[in-house]
């Protein structure tokens, strides 16, 4: 079942034409309450704040919940005042939740009922990041410059996203202080073993879907492209929907959302700046499935057995 308050009664092949002939699936006004009773699983996909108010009454239905909102994803409460700006009134239920992300992962989703998906700039950025903290290459601070289309913030039209307005612009809408840090700095740190922070300036630009992270690391030796060939291979080189796009001629040498649209694949790319020491990571995705839906499909396979592809092996739309 589908629930939606706005569409409540329609088809959601009208509100989703793109799905017609795939469905005849009628939104209901159901309460989340109402919809754990009758389903295995409970995707929750509203905004941040509104999950934290069903999920702890659903957690004890025995019903397994797949949350893509922000309310679950740091295991610090401490941390939510700090990014969100509010306390957690449910911190005992932090540390049940599972990071959504099956790369970092997938051994914890075998056996979890709770999925916290990550948010879409953090995916970005993490996956391009984790290799590096992984070998203990991020020393200081991993500074991501983020460029995100305007499906990351949500279906509610406004002035920021109205057509005029977006159009031929690239705007700084978060310079410093994106609250997605906090979920790249306990990623980071996770699996780096040690305390690992990161700064963000993030970029609205002309696209509807799609995220490019450009992050910068600064190391105190030479490292080699041979040796972050290695550090990459080694973290993602068996990953299904992981591929390196470093191609050494043509046009796309590097990551470009223009070439994961519509698929839940996550590109990665890597350079050196000799000059300065500074190790450029380069990760891209489309935010609304490697970045949202499409990591809570691969969570759910993983936690409930099935393939792990099952669903999602689109191929990306080449839009030319
Ligand atoms: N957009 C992205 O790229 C992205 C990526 C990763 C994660 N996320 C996260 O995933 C969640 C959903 O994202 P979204 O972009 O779909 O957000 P959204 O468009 O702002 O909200 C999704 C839907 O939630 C319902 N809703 C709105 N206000 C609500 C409230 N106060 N209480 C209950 N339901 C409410 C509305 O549906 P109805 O009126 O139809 O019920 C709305 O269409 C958010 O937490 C977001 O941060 C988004």
Redesign the pocket.
């Known amino acids: 079942m589908a629930?939606?308050?706005?569409?409540s009664g329609d088809y959601v092949f009208r509100v989703n034409p793109n799905l017609k002939g795939f469905t005849d699936l009628v939104?209901t006004n159901d309460a989340p309450e109402e919809v754990a009773s009758k389903v295995d699983i409970l995707f929750m996909?509203?905004?941040?704040g509104?999950?934290v108010e069903h999920v702890p009454k659903i957690a004890e239905m025995g019903v397994k919940i797949i949350d893509?909102?922000?309310d679950f994803r740091l295991k610090n409460p401490a941390d939510y005042p700090t990014w969100y700006g509010w306390q957690h009134p449910a911190p005992d239920l932090l540390s049940k939740f599972v990071y959504g992300m099956p790369e970092l992962h997938r051994e914890e989703l075998k056996s979890t009922h709770f999925v916290s998906?990550?948010?879409?700039i953090a995916s970005s950025s993490i996956y391009s990041l984790a290799p590096l903290a992984k070998a203990g290459l991020i020393n200081g601070v991993a500074i991501v410059d983020a460029k995100i289309g305007s499906?990351?913030?949500?279906?509610?039209p406004s002035i920021s996203t109205h057509f005029s307005e977006r159009y031929n612009s690239v705007r700084i809408y978060s310079p410093s202080g994106h609250r997605h840090i906090g979920e790249i700095e306990q990623e980071l740190s996770i699996v780096s073993g040690i305390k690992t922070t990161a700064t963000m300036s993030a970029h609205s630009i002309n696209m509807v879907r799609g995220i490019l992270t450009t992050s910068s690391v600064f190391v105190d030796h030479d490292v080699g492209m041979a040796e972050l060939w290695k550090v990459y291979r080694s973290m993602y080189g068996k990953e299904p929907f992981v591929r390196f796009m470093m191609d050494p001629s043509g046009l796309y040498k590097y990551p470009d959302p223009k070439l994961v649209m519509g698929s839940n694949f996550v590109d990665l790319g890597f350079a050196i700046d000799q000059h300065v020491k500074r190790v450029v990571a380069i990760g891209s995705i489309d935010?609304?499935i490697k970045?949202?839906a499409g990591n809570a499909i691969q969570s759910m396979n993983i936690m409930e057995g099935f393939e792990e592809r099952e669903g999602l092996m689109m191929s990306p739309m080449r839009l030319v």
């Open positions: 629930t939606s308050q706005q569409h939104f996909a509203v905004p941040h509104s999950s893509m909102s922000a998906v990550p948010g879409c499906s990351g913030s949500g279906n509610k935010n609304l970045g949202a």
